[in-house]
T-cell receptor, first 114, second 109 residues
C-alpha cells in the first residue's frame, strides 16, 4: 500500500549528538514537509520541499537540516545546535497544485534527549 | 499570527451531531480550508476540505460561510472513535499548510 514511512518510531539521544530521522514516501508526491509537535501543542513547520534538490525553511528551522536528493526521501537531521529537541516529529507529503487534496502524514518519530 | 482560531476543547454526547467552529478572518481568495484530526501519538488524518461551497464526504460535512471568514466541521453522529484533536488549516497557493492549535473533542458515552 502507498504511504509515508517514518523511522525510527522512538529515538533516544544524548545531548550534543546529531540524529537523523528518516521519511520515505511511495505516493509519487512532489511536496514534503517536516513538522514538530510539543505536548498539547499544534504542529509547527520546520522545513519543506516542493521539488527534488530544493527546500525552504519553515518557522522553526534553527538547529535542523534536511536534504532532498530523491523524490521519495526527505530526511531530517536534528543537530546539537537545537536547544530543545525533545518532541514528536511528523513528516508529510502532498501533490503539487492548489486543489490536489490532502496532506498525508507518517506515524511520527518521538525523539527524547537524555 | 495564527491564520485560524478554534476553541481549545468541546464535548459532545455520543450519537449526537457535533459542530466544530473555525475562524479564518484573514483568508485569501485562493486559500483552501482543510480539516484534519489527530489521535494521541499518531499523525493527523485528513477529514475534508473545500474552497467556497459546502462539502460532504463519508466522514463529515464542511459548511463554509459566504464570506469565507469562518467554517464549521459537522460530525453528524459522534462516536467514541471521533474523540480526537481537530485542526482547521488553510492551504495556500504555495502549498503551505497553516496549522492552529486545534480543538480537543471529548465524546461522552
Amino acid at each position: 500500500d502507498g504511504g509515508i514511512t517514518q523511522s525510527p518510531k522512538y529515538l533516544f539521544r544524548k545531548e550534543g549528538q546529531n540524529v537523523t530521522l528518516s521519511c520515505e514516501q511511495n505516493l509519487n508526491h512532489d511536496a514534503m514537509y517536516w513538522y514538530r509537535q510539543d505536548p498539547g501543542q499544534g504542529l509547527r513547520l520546520i522545513y519543506y520541499s516542493q521539488i527534488v534538490n530544493d527546500f525552504q525553511k519553515g518557522d522553526i528551522a534553527e538547529g535542523y537540516s534536511v536534504s532532498r536528493e530523491k523524490k521519495e526521501s526527505f530526511p531530517l537531521t536534528v543537530t546539537s545546535a537545537q536547544k530543545n529537541p525533545t518532541a514528536f516529529y511528523l513528516c508529510a507529503s502532498t501533490r503539487q497544485g492548489l486543489n490536489t487534496g490532502e496532506l498525508f502524514f507518517g506515524e511520527g518519530s518521538r525523539l527524547t534527549v537524555l | 499570527d495564527a491564520k485560524t482560531t478554534q476553541p481549545n476543547s468541546m464535548e459532545s454526547n455520543e450519537e449526537e451531531p457535533v459542530h466544530l467552529p473555525c475562524n479564518h478572518s484573514t483568508i485569501s481568495g485562493t486559500d483552501y480550508i482543510h480539516w484534519y484530526r489527530q489521535l494521541p501519538s499518531q499523525g493527523p488524518e485528513y477529514v475534508i476540505h473545500g474552497l467556497t461551497s459546502n462539502v460532504n464526504n463519508r466522514m463529515a460535512s464542511l459548511a463554509i460561510a459566504e464570506d469565507r471568514k469562518s467554517s464549521t466541521l459537522i460530525l453528524h453522529r459522534a462516536t467514541l472513535r471521533d474523540a480526537a484533536v481537530y485542526y482547521c488549516i488553510l492551504r495556500d497557493v504555495g502549498n503551505q499548510f497553516y496549522f492552529g492549535t486545534g480543538t480537543s473533542l471529548t465524546v461522552i458515552p
